[in-house]
């Protein structure tokens, strides 16, 4: 799965729906074709061909979602709501919401917890230069839906030139907005300056948006938040907002304890180990000089046996020698006697 669109469209005034993966043949689920019957009454305000356009975006390429301008939330559902229905994808996905506004914050929040999608989402009150600042991130994708004055919007993609790697999808709003034509908005002249400048490549306008993708000139070296890190600072924030109560304080507390509690285990876990290999070197040399003993033993008995044997031997030598020197003096006095020699012979010993 490529999280960069492989298909382009270079007409701008063609907004109907189609898709910018190759890999989608037209929906990619039953979610998919109804999400914009199923997010209508949702605070925010949308096309068809944006919901349809931001779901598969978040189908594809929801790994990290950023978006600037959250006003109520539902954009955020729309995107993770594709985020989720990936089976492929290898871990929850993030979603970094940003708004000026506190309210949003709220609203949003309420949006997202409704949707069952709150536990993915970190919502930051402040604008892009300051989340930067605050949190170091490598957004996947990007929903530009902020301050659409000129200004507002090039502020934005300038930022987002130095964040973002190549080959990321970044949705901009409002880009096919009437107000544009009278300066009211800036989004077409900001996003035409940022593809002049080299930074990224128009792949269609779908909806009321404009897709681009980012090309080698964005720098982009950031990584993203760890899932325990992810999960702390959405409350932190969301506390701050004024969202959760300040008992959510005692759970960090507890998930902090937690995490010293685990580091705790691992360490005593290595420990363990290590002692149980010592103890298992001891075994087996232990049972090395065992079996070393225990083959000398044998040698030592066999040896002992083999002499005993000789010994046995020996003695049977001895006793027939003995009895052999007896007999030979019997048959020389006997001999001595009938040559008369009887005396002589005492002297033969």
């Known amino acids: ?36 019957q199923a997010t209508r009454e949702l605070p925010g305000w949308q096309e068809e061909g944006d919901s349809y356009k931001l779901y598969e975006l978040g189908y594809f390429a929801g790994d990290v979602i950023l978006e600037i301008g959250v006003y109520g939330g539902r ?7 594709g985020a989720v229905a990936n089976p492929a994808r290898a871990r929850p996905p993030q979603f970094y919401g940003l708004d000026l506004d506190p309210a949003a914050i ?13 536990e993915h989402a970190l919502l930051y009150c402040g604008d892009l230069r300051h989340f930067v600042h605050d949190y170091v991130i490598r957004p996947t994708m990007v929903f530009v839906d902020g ?48 593809e002049t400048a080299g930074y990224a490549e128009f792949a269609g306008a779908f909806g009321c948006g404009a897709l681009l993708v980012t090309t080698p000139r964005c720098r982009g070296p950031y ?28 759970v960090f507390a507890l998930r902090e304890e937690l995490a010293v509690f685990r580091d705790l285990l691992d ?12 103890i298992q070197d001891l075994q087996r040399r232990f049972e ?24 046995k031997s020996l003695e049977a030598q001895v006793e027939l020698m003995g009895t052999t020197k007896y007999a030979a003096r019997r048959l020389v006095a006997a001999a001595a006697r009938r040559a008369g020699l009887h005396g002589r012979t005492k002297r033969v010993r």
């Open 1 to 36: 799965m490529t999280a960069t669109p492989d298909l382009k469209y270079a007409e701008r005034t063609d907004r109907s729906m189609r898709p910018s993966w190759s890999a989608n043949r037209g929906y990619l689920n039953a979610e998919h074709e109804g999400i914009y």
């Open 75 to 81: 954009s955020a559902v729309v995107e993770l709501r």
């Open 106 to 118: 709220v609203r949003s929040h309420d949006t997202l917890q409704a949707a069952g999608l709150s």
């Open 147 to 194: 301050d659409h004055a000129y200004a507002g919007v090039r502020s934005d993609l300038d930022m987002l030139a130095e964040i973002l790697c190549p080959g990321v999808p970044v949705f901009c709003h409002d880009y096919a907005n009437d107000e544009n034509d009278g300066g009211e908005y800036g989004v077409r002249t900001a996003v035409g300056e940022w």
């Open 223 to 250: 990584s993203g938040l760890t899932a325990d890190k992810f999960a702390e600072q959405r409350t932190m924030l969301l506390r701050n907002a004024g969202v959760l109560p300040e008992s959510s304080s005692q």
């Open 267 to 278: 360490r005593s876990e290595a420990d363990r180990a290590a002692r149980l290999e010592v």
């Open 288 to 311: 090395e000089f065992v079996a070393s003993s225990a083959e000398a033993a044998r040698d030592f008995e066999s040896e002992r046996a083999r002499l005993e044997s000789a010994i």
